[in-house]
């Protein structure tokens, strides 16, 4: 499916009226840095200028083309398939009308004649692709700076919402797909697809409900295999399987199913955005992480939240060996405490920050440190995220930096170094949770 996410060239089918979905595309695609050909496609022909560059509208696709983006009325798209067939190999048809409002026979027939002419379909009802490395913006939603996250969305809103979210959190994304109604490509081909793209490094899946079972667990163990797999599951009350039904015509089923199935399959499933977005930024810094955790911080309080929550969630607070407390007593002022949690008091500097995660990485007892960091006014947080970013550790660092303005030019240094800030002690650890989840799962498969 390369051609859906790295394509030399597109065409766009739909009004380019101000406004309308198809210029809306257009732009998107142009002002995303699109590289390849680009085609405006309207029967009444014309010009349109998006993003500085004036297009002639085409009256008709005469020319082959990898993708296909339609967002014309339903009924036509059978009709324009016919048409277009021979020069296309993948068509993204972002009109509604289709299943999800009972026109399954519609559906049927732009199925049957894709097929006929051997072109894969993504959609109906759906709110388009991204290829981020490509720089192919194929969709109306935001834009989104390249990393590691491929994200699959049964819902286009959603996808668009998560995509906007992931740009707050400082989350980088190789591609996106809202396949909406599934006619033909669904979860499982992309699931296959992800795991094999070298510029994926971790997977979210946004699932409504699926209709081959057998297929999708396949496809999620395959890719669980290969790399992170983070699940979200709507629908999981009978209300919520209703509505989902309604939504993209799948069938939701019992969760308990679902539920069994990510766990046999290796995903991880998280409960809601937030959750996903925090088990994507962890991923994206480490593949994964053992159970044993410092906690490094300079307000007791915090340090205390954090602890409740790891243990909480099942990991260790590591206990560290003689050699580690008899170092960290050496440089830490009387008044520190060396037990884990590690409380450096308020105020403490760069170089105590930083002496203390060496010490503490170099504990054999220690598999992974959490930093938190609530800066009195007198210490600029930038120096502490300059402690995290430069100290001499192999192992994963997951930093919690709380107070909002207070933080943000340090938080902002540390996402520059690729570092994650998640902004509360419970976070952090669930961050933690999932990495050493990876773990676990990579062993048993």
């Known amino acids: ?40 496609i309207n029967p009444k022909g014309g010009t349109v200028d998006v993003a500085g560059k004036r297009f002639e509208i085409m009256q008709k696709l005469e020319e082959p083309v990898d993708v296909a983006i339609i967002a014309v009325p339903a009924k036509v798209v059978p009709a324009l398939m016919d048409e277009i067939g021979p020069l296309i190999k993948g068509a993204v048809v972002i009109s509604a009308g ?33 290829g981020v490395h490509g720089r192919f913006f194929g969709s109306f939603e935001v834009r989104v700076r390249p990393g590691g996250l491929a994200l699959i969305s049964q819902s286009g809103a959603f996808g668009g919402a998560a995509l906007a979210m992931g740009n707050d959190e400082g989350i980088g994304f190789s591609a996106f797909v809202s396949y909406g109604n599934a006619a033909d490509l669904n979860e499982s081909d992309f699931l296959e697809y992800f795991a094999d ?14 209709r081959d079972g057998r297929r999708f ?132 500097d760069y170089e105590r920050y930083k002496r203390t995660i060496e010490t503490v990485c170099r504990d054999e007892n220690v598999d992974s440190i959490l930093v938190i960091c609530v800066p009195p006014i007198f210490i600029p947080s930038e120096e502490i995220a300059r402690a995290v970013i430069e100290s001499d550790c192999d192992k994963p660092i997951v930093v919690n930096f709380m107070a909002g303005e207070l933080v ?36 048993a498969f």
């Open 217 to 348: 667990l396949r496809a999620l163990r395959y890719a669980s295999g290969k790399k992170p797999v983070i699940v979200l599951k709507a629908g999981k009350s009978a209300s919520g399987a209703k509505a989902a039904a309604s939504h993209t015509g799948s069938l939701a089923g019992s969760y308990e199913i679902y539920r069994a199935a990510f766990k046999q399959a290796g995903a991880i499933e998280v409960e809601e955005m937030e959750e996903l977005f925090d088990a994507a930024k962890a991923f994206e810094m480490y593949p994964e992480a053992g159970k044993r955790v410092a906690v490094i911080t300079n307000s007791g309080g915090p340090g205390v939240l954090a602890t409740d929550k790891l243990e909480k969630l099942g990991l260790e607070i590591a206990k560290l060996s003689d050699e580690t407390t008899q170092k960290l007593h050496s440089f830490l002022p009387p008044q520190c405490s060396v037990k884990n949690p590690i409380d450096l008091i308020a105020d403490a």
């Open 1 to 40: 499916m390369d051609f859906f996410f790295y394509p030399s060239s597109v065409a766009v089918f739909g009004s380019f009226k101000e406004g309308a979905i198809a210029r809306e595309i257009l732009r998107n695609i142009v002002e995303g840095g699109f590289e390849g050909r680009i085609l405006p």
């Open 197 to 210: 793209d070298e510029n994926t490094r971790a997977i979210a899946l946004y699932i409504e409900g699926v």
């Open 408 to 443: 943000r030019d340090g938080v902002r240094l540390l996402e520059k170094h690729g570092v994650k800030n998640f902004p509360t002690p419970e976070r952090a650890a669930r961050a933690l949770h999932w990495l050493s989840l990876r773990r676990l799962q990579r062993k």
């Open 98 to 130: 289709f299943s999800e409002v009972g026109n399954d026979e519609l559906e049927r027939e732009l199925v049957e004649r894709a097929k006929k002419h051997g072109v894969r379909l993504i959609g109906p009802n759906c709110a388009g692709i991204f």
